[in-house]
């Protein structure tokens, strides 16, 4: 089992910065791709930004250039670093993990956080 806790989430005007951490914890061999995404209550979840264990990312076309991905793979964490925020940016952000899990047999499960609320005002 992969336990997921973001922090970093709060209130920032328009044009201001936020950035938000998620640890992983708990029983795993390995984490593949970790991330965020963002759900607005009565819409889907929604890719916001994520990075492979290699380093490799992929962003949402709606932030980028305003937003950095980033994780470290001995802590098991990952940041999302939002600048340049948006009142469209408004919503609750979660974290995300596909974790390499398995006793006689290894399979990937994807975790998720519990969400942060971000919220830019105009």
């Known amino acids: 089992q992969v336990r997921l806790v973001e922090s970093g989430g709060g209130l920032v005007q328009a044009g201001g910065s936020l950035r938000l951490s998620c640890a992983a914890s708990?029983?795993?061999?390995?984490?593949?791709?970790m991330g965020w995404y963002r759900q607005t209550p009565g819409k889907q979840r929604e890719l916001v930004a994520t990075?492979?264990?290699?380093?490799?990312?992929n962003y949402a076309d709606s932030v980028k250039g305003r937003f950095t991905v980033s994780r470290d793979n001995a802590k098991n964490t990952v940041d999302l670093q939002m600048s340049s925020l948006k009142p469209e940016d408004t919503t609750i952000y979660y974290c995300?993990?596909?974790?390499?899990?398995?006793?006689?047999?290894?399979?990937?499960?994807?975790?998720w956080g519990r969400g942060t609320q971000v919220t830019v005002s105009s």
């Open positions: 995300t993990a596909r974790a390499v899990v398995g006793h006689t047999s290894e399979y990937e499960v994807d975790y």
């Open positions: 708990g029983t795993f061999f390995s984490i593949n791709t």
């Open positions: 990075i492979t264990s290699s380093g490799r990312t």
